[in-house]
């Protein structure tokens, strides 16, 4: 596949990943407005659409830092679509049932669609990593933070008072354990299609 | 997957196999797809561990700062959008609504004058959860249902937040709280108690709730006490000043 070139306004990608209020700002003046619009419009009110745009905009800056995400489309049409994904996904699990939902307010782009579908699996099996880490027994959240926070695996092995062989080996056995718990979860194999 | 598949993927990742057992490995992940399948996720599954743990600063700080201009961004738009909109007739309307309310309301509060009711006072501030790590969907859960007065729902998550974190004060606190407004004080008040004698950052709240929560079952003396014991400069001081003047 060709190189598909970075849009201007990864710009915003960047911001979000600084922690820049002015852009941060900027996101909410020009492009917010036009979701709590749609999301009135679709059974939801205000308060329901501030959500949905902070948990969008987490997911983004969670993806930027992690993935290194790169704009091929306008921030617009991509910021919109995940949203409405969002938005969806919340009404589906309210209701139950068929929603009815006003058409596209924006023409099809197949980059922008491409990406916002990319980001919003990204963030499902981040929440879904989250949830399953809970579920570890203490000792292991206690390993892993520790490994991963302090990096060398031999001061890990000693704060914990344990040797590095058994660190070590824990810290894959926690990591194989958290894997497992992904892999039966019902939602993973919903993710992995 | 077995031990041992896992203390490979392990050591593959860390690049401390010897090349035939690099090849060896490499190829099983050609032939054996649940082998590969597995690692994929293994691998997915550290880069997000190591991620997460090692940028949880500077997550919250960004989820923070998000929280404030959003907050900022919905109260503006909220108070500029009542402003205009709404035609004369239906203003009217209000103003005439509002008046009777408040004829009513100060009839109300006339008779009641200097008798303090607990929902005077059982303004909790808002919760925000969110911008602690974790379980970020139970988390806003929580703080949703809290923020709505769902005490009862609140309370059930507050529940499992608690299981995986037992020693966590701010989920105890609020935990405390949504007992309160359950009148299940047999719950609420020996977390406060704990609390009020501890260091922890919600001690002076926990003094306050105790006055509170003595005052909703009606035992003036105690709630007298604990509210006397909440310090200048505390949050709720003014509240627990009110309370106390009108109780005295």
Sequence with gaps: ?193 | MKEEDYILFEAYLAEELTVDEKTAFENRLKTDAAFKESFNTYKELSGFLEHTIKNEAETNAFKSNLKSISNQHFNETQSTSEGNKKSTTFSLLKYAVAACVVLLFGIVTFNKMNQPAYSDYNEHGIMDLTVRGGNIGLLIKTTKAFNNKEYEKASGYLETLLEEDPENKEYQLYYAVTNIELDKFEISEPILQDMAIGDSAYKNRAIWYLGLSNFKQDKEEEAIKWLQQVPEGADYYRQAQELLNKLE
């Design chain 1, 1 to 193: 596949m060709s190189e598909k070139k970075i849009h201007e306004d990864q710009k915003y990608i960047e911001g979000l990943l600084q922690n820049n209020s002015f852009i941060i700002q900027a996101i909410y003046d020009t492009f917010v407005p036009k979701v709590i619009n749609y999301i009135k419009q679709n059974s939801g009110d205000a308060d329901q659409a501030q959500d949905v745009i902070q948990e969008t905009l987490i997911t983004i800056y969670n993806q930027a830092s992690q993935k290194k995400l790169q704009l091929t489309c306008p921030f617009d049409a991509y910021f919109f679509l995940l949203c409405k994904r969002k938005w969806l996904n919340e009404l589906k699990k309210k209701t139950n049932k068929e929603v009815t939902i006003n058409e596209e307010v924006l023409s099809k782009d197949d980059d922008s669609q491409e990406l916002a579908f990319e980001t919003s699996l990204f963030g499902e099996k981040q929440e879904l990593f989250n949830t399953m880490f809970q579920k570890l027994g203490n000792a292991c959240k206690d390993l892993l933070k520790a490994t991963f926070k302090i990096k060398s695996m031999e001061e890990v092995a000693k704060s914990l008072g344990v040797t590095y062989a058994y660190a070590r080996k824990k810290k894959s056995l926690c990591i194989g354990k958290l894997t497992k718990m992904v892999q039966e979860s019902p939602q993973f194999n919903q993710l992995n299609y």
